[in-house]
């Protein structure tokens, strides 16, 4: 983490003394937002609130699309506001989290900067011109960073903040199998007997629809395996989220080291790559497959990544699958094996 150059040794009093007398204050999350980023978000401006008491606006673009997102912020009351109805020229201070500048994956205009950028994934040379970021891509998520800066600035945490970030931890570390950080078992620990049981549990196991079994149906059904490793091409998708939910659940099956997971949103392909082979930088996998072709980035056992398809033909769109896929294969070694139906189709 740095402030204009420098490594500060209580970064969030650092970061709070930086607003100084500017009153209005904008926390973005990522696109299509996970647990991680709004339980930060909401941290961040629970920071705000009880430190300089100034009322924050969290933004976001895109959906809450998964059940398990719209019930966190639905039983945890997080108010967030829609980009469609933000004008960034309103607010003084913007802060990202779980997210960079000019990453594709979040709504921040391209000709703005942010005073504050806090993330846990690797750190982009855009981000280091920023006034104030901390940035550490050895924690296994944002959640753990905030918690830390509750601690440090002595704020109580009441339970549904714990809850929240409790469950952000949760999910990007999947219960902390992606993590080997003492940092996030600290804050695991930490959270874990301020959160609320009853609503943690109804945000992990909501009501869906029947359309969601469907959709898992039918991308097991479009499910090709070489060898360790699995991709399914999911067309068009009801929220991007699932993308990611089928990949770790690929991921499951014994003897499967590697999924991609492929699907449309709109006029963008979504993609989520996952592994379980140690030494591999899914981050970076996911940057090559990708390079010319859209953006991406992530974690050692999980990452993600889009495609603008606006103006393409559905030729083009086809080539475009076709391309990552291939690549994908061959950056996993598994160019020459043959591909065959996870779910055999008889005729």
Not at 78 to 88: A, G, K, P, S, T
Not at 221 to 247: K, R
Request: aromatic share 6%; net charge positive.
């Amino acid at each position: 983490m740095k402030i204009n150059g420098n490594t500060p040794a209580n970064p969030a009093h650092t970061m709070v003394s930086l607003i100084g007398q500017r009153k209005s204050i904008l926390v973005m999350c990522h696109n299509n937002p996970d647990p991680d980023t709004i339980a930060s978000a909401a941290a961040l401006k629970s920071i705000f609130a009880q430190t300089l008491h100034r009322k924050a606006v969290i933004g976001y673009d895109g959906i809450v699309g998964r059940a398990e997102n719209r019930e966190l912020v639905r039983r945890l009351k997080i108010d967030m506001v829609h980009v469609n109805n933000l004008d960034f020229n309103d607010f003084l201070v913007l802060a990202l989290v779980d997210s960079q500048p000019r990453t594709g994956n979040n709504a921040i205009p391209r000709r703005i900067s942010p005073c504050i950028v806090i993330d846990h994934h690797p750190l982009r040379k855009e981000t280091a011109r920023c006034q104030f970021f901390d940035v550490r891509p050895h924690y296994g998520s944002s959640s753990t960073i905030l918690t830390e800066y509750l601690r440090e600035l002595e704020i109580e945490i009441d339970s549904k903040l714990a809850t929240a970030l409790f469950y952000g931890l949760k999910t990007d570390t999947n219960g902390l199998s992606r993590s080997l950080m003492k940092a996030d078992l600290d804050a695991f620990n930490f959270l874990f007997p301020k959160i609320a049981p009853r609503t943690f549990a109804a945000i992990e196991n909501p009501s869906v629809p029947k359309s969601y079994y469907l959709k898992f149906a039918d991308a097991i059904d479009h499910s090709v395996q070489y060898g360790d490793v699995i991709i399914s091409y999911m067309g068009s998708l009801t929220n991007p989220d699932i993308a990611p939910e089928m990949a770790d659940f690929l991921l499951r099956m014994e003897n499967i080291r590697w999924t991609l997971c492929l699907g449309e949103f709109k006029d963008e392909l979504i993609l989520s790559v996952r592994t379980s082979r140690r030494g591999w930088i899914a981050g970076k996998v996911a940057l090559r497959i990708l390079k010319g072709i859209g953006t991406g980035g992530g974690h050692e056992k999980a990452a993600g990544g889009k495609v603008v398809l606006t103006g393409m033909t559905p030729a083009e769109r086809t080539r475009t699958v076709k391309k990552i896929t291939e690549r994908f294969l061959k950056i996993v070694g598994v160019e020459n094996r043959a591909g065959r139906p996870l779910v055999p189709h008889h005729e």
